[in-house]
């Protein structure tokens, strides 16, 4: 990457970032000096790009999704999101099931710089039924995930989808997630 002094540390970092990045201290030891003034964009980015090649498994890793948060939100790093929305969109059924995966889609879908990655996780949703469905059986954490989904997309196609699927079912934990499907698939006057 670069001639800097201590671009040696950088290359650990990328070369044992999955061991780090899943530490308690190693997390936040990559955030601390990722965030420091003495590290090039450059860097940043050589250690994005392989926290994004990872980004699956560490977001069902507490320590690791805090990395990834940082990777999301990173006012000094001024990367697309569409490859880590690709990367976690593959996985999204364990993902949006899982305690600590549940809440990095959230993050990465309610970014405020992250349209495209909205679009890819609600296009695999609106695609691919199945995946859809698995995530509404899970009752714990599925249900409120889609319904957030829902909420924060407004989009009519996803919630025509969740609405139809739900229809059938009539079990008290749906009833909320299906009225406001159809509050927003409902023409406005």
């Known amino acids: 990457m670069g001639s800097s002094s201590n671009q040696f540390i950088f290359d650990a970092m990328v070369e044992k970032q999955h061991y780090i990045a899943q530490g308690r201290f190693g997390a ?13 964009d450059d860097q940043r980015i050589f250690v994005a790009a392989a926290l994004t090649q990872n980004a699956t498994s560490l977001a069902t890793n507490p320590n690791g ?12 790093l001024n990367i697309p999101l569409q490859p880590i929305a690709l990367r976690l969109a593959s996985q999204l059924t364990k993902l949006c099931t ?14 405020e710089r992250s349209l495209d990655g909205q679009d890819s996780v609600v296009r695999q ?7 859809l ?27 025509a989808k969740v609405h139809a699927l739900l229809t059938r079912n009539t079990a008290a934990c749906y009833k909320k997630l299906k009225d406001d499907c159809w509050d927003i698939m409902a023409p406005v006057n």
């Open 98 to 111: 899982h305690k600590v995966g549940s809440q990095t889609i959230l993050k990465l879908v309610n970014h």
């Open 28 to 40: 936040r030891a990559m955030r601390g000096i990722l965030d420091s003034d003495l590290v090039t």
């Open 65 to 76: 999704a805090l990395i990834l948060a940082w990777l999301i939100d990173s006012p000094k």
């Open 125 to 131: 949703l609106l695609n691919d039924d199945t995946v």
């Open 133 to 159: 469905m698995d995530i509404l059986m899970d009752q714990a954490r599925g249900v409120g995930v889609v319904h957030k989904l829902v909420l924060g997309s407004r989009q009519v196609a996803l919630a």
